[in-house]
């Protein structure tokens, strides 16, 4: 089965297949709008007038390289895309050690990268770099929960447990009950199923009616049948 989706020794049920592909494409998906969820507080910090010169110069420079980095891009051949790779990620190093929004942004471009090239490690990094630079905005919850999809690419399950957790303890998270999901669902591979258990029955409690809170109740009852947990 796929590296994000609970082993189970018996033969799989058709829900969790489709748990399996929904969860997958779903991680796809959390990754790409990582760039977007930065451009967003960007436009924010502009609009209250909280940025100043400097910042605003290192913003207008790092959305420069994604223009190049992006600009007529499906049309180009593997060999230019890793080109243009490649060129984004050395110019962004003039910014991603910026500890403020600009970092931030630097950050996850970097790692959006990364991600694209499959390198985790730096891709984490990065993550945890864009979260660390900005942890008091909205941003950063999704740094945390893209860095938990990295590390398990990495089967680093304790490293994707501490950054599903980072990601859940935002209460105002907007993808907060697919992050507890996912949290519960690494304890589960840690077998550490009374912690799992603990996690899945705040989904189900906190959100009522989200398909991930739904999942979490199926999990609940097969762990409850296997004798899991009490």
Same mark, same amino acid.
């Given at each position: ?41 960007? $436009? ?44 984004? @990620? ?39 770099? $864009? ?10 919850? @999704? ?10 690419? @990495? ?24 992050? @507890? ?50």
């Amino acid at each position: 089965m796929a590296e994000n989706v609970i082993s189970m020794d018996k033969k799989q049920t058709k829900e969790e297949k489709n748990l399996e592909s929904f969860v997958n494409k779903n991680k796809k998906g959390i990754v790409i709008c990582s760039s977007l969820a930065a451009v967003c507080i960007i $436009a924010v910090c502009v609009a209250a007038g909280v940025i100043d010169s400097n910042v605003k110069k290192a913003l207008s420079a790092v959305e420069t390289i994604e223009y190049k980095y992006t600009k007529d891009s499906s049309d180009l051949s593997d060999e230019e895309i890793a080109a243009r790779k490649s060129e984004a @990620l050395n110019s962004l190093a003039d910014y991603t050690a910026k500890n403020n929004v600009a970092g931030v942004r630097a950050n996850m471009l970097a790692a959006d990268i990364y991600f694209s090239n499959e390198d985790w490690e730096n891709a984490k990094a990065s993550y945890i770099a $864009a979260a660390s630079k900005g942890k008091k905005a909205y941003t950063a919850s @999704l740094s945390y929960f893209n860095a938990g999809v990295c590390c398990e690419k @990495l089967s680093d399950l304790a490293g994707a447990c501490e950054n599903y957790k980072a990601a859940c303890d935002d209460k105002y998270f907007v993808l907060r009950s697919h992050a @507890l999901f996912s949290q519960a669902r690494v304890l589960e591979l840690l077998e550490k199923f009374d912690e799992a258990k603990t996690v899945y029955q705040t989904l189900v409690d906190s959100y009522s009616g989200d398909s991930w809170a739904s999942l979490a109740q199926s999990r609940l009852i097969d762990l409850r049948i296997n004798g899991k947990i009490e």
